[in-house]
């Protein structure tokens, strides 16, 4: 159709001289940028319907509390006790969700989990694995970074701008999201007496009160904090799964002493019970965090307690070489990338499991060691194009640590 000077695009307005194309129809206009620009708004709005179906439908997808274990088998070595709770506890989540309403008015409420353990038995790589399989949106964030309003921090309706960012601010997918506060244990007050003074650690426990059990937050999109006329987001929280976790390192004399005994050395009676003392965890309570310095309304919200047991040498081994996503099998396709067999041998694979133990960095340290042994065969060997094979010994695993600043850890 001949456009007439006099035609502009009933969208933007721009005149014809102004624009590269001018399309008509019966009776509109519109230009080349306005057809760009809506067909980027057709593929985002169909992106985000398309994710918000998917979330919906995987979210009440019927895995059993055994599928679930089973999955996390595949990713995380030992810690079963941990892993079926955990497994039931999410189960139990998502078929509260997928519940339709009945006539008795029985609600069931959310079961929020607290993890107990050291650093690197696994807590973070639980978590991470559950949501892979569920395919939900997930979030981690670290608690010492949140005080409560009116102090220099972030506030802890922040924590809900992290998990919308994941599923692309879809706000239905993001109600049915999981949560992993990390390092919980650093917000803990100083002992379980309350203090005549004001202890800003536990206003940040208080303020994260409401966030867990669950209420309607508005948020900024952006995160940090709220200020006047600034656009926010309500965000229902009540089936948010809220995982935390923490080291409690200091938690076991709280045990030892509601046990009348000892770290080092245990009283017991005929009839008292047998404790492990090398793994105290084993016998963690509530009141045992109560002690500690979460207060009793953040426990209240927190009812699922699970342990998670530190890693023996066995535990170790597994975890560099079994798992799908194991270190080892890492390495190896990093190799393989460059068309280079990489191999370890089982004393290095021993000795690099012995190191973990000596310097006390459970599963996590096994890569800072792995890092310090291999990182100058990968910064060699791709300039080398005839080494087709290469295969890690003690010997050489030894020499590498060694010169590393890891070797002059001193081991408590």
Known sequence: MAKQFSDKCSFCGRQDE???ILISGKTAYICDECVEQAQQVVRDEISRRYSKNENKKVATKKLTPKEIKAFLDEYVIGQDEAKKVISVAVYNHYKRLGQEKTEDDVEIEK??????????????????????????????VD????????????????????????????????????????EIDKISRKGDNPSLTRDIKEGTQQALLKLIEGTEVMVPPQGGRKHPEQKLIKVDTKNILFICGGSFDGIDKFISKRYNTSVIGFKKGKNEEV?????????ITHQDVRSFGLIPELLGRLPVLVHLDELDRAALINILTKPKNALIKQYKKLFAIEGITLDFDKDAIEFIVDKALEYKLGARGLRSICEAIVTDAM??????????????????????????????LKVA
Request: net charge neutral; glycine share 6%.
């Open 18 to 20: 102004d624009v590269k």
């Open 111 to 140: 079961s929020n989990i607290l993890m107990v353990g050291r650093t690197g038995t696994g807590k973070t790589l639980i978590v991470k694995s559950i949501a892979k399989l569920l395919h939900v949106p997930f979030a981690i």
């Open 143 to 182: 608690a010492t970074v949140f005080t409560e309003a009116g102090y220099v921090g972030e506030d802890v309706e922040s924590i809900i701008t992290r998990l919308l960012q994941v599923c692309n601010y879809d706000v239905d997918a993001a109600e049915k999201g999981i949560v992993f506060i990390d």
């Open 275 to 283: 404790v492990d003392k090398e793994n105290l965890l084993e016998y």
């Open 379 to 408: 910064f060699e060997l791709p300039s080398k194009t005839d080494v087709k094979e290469y295969i890690i010994t003690e010997a050489y695993a030894k020499q590498k640590l060694n010169k590393s600043k890891l070797a002059k």
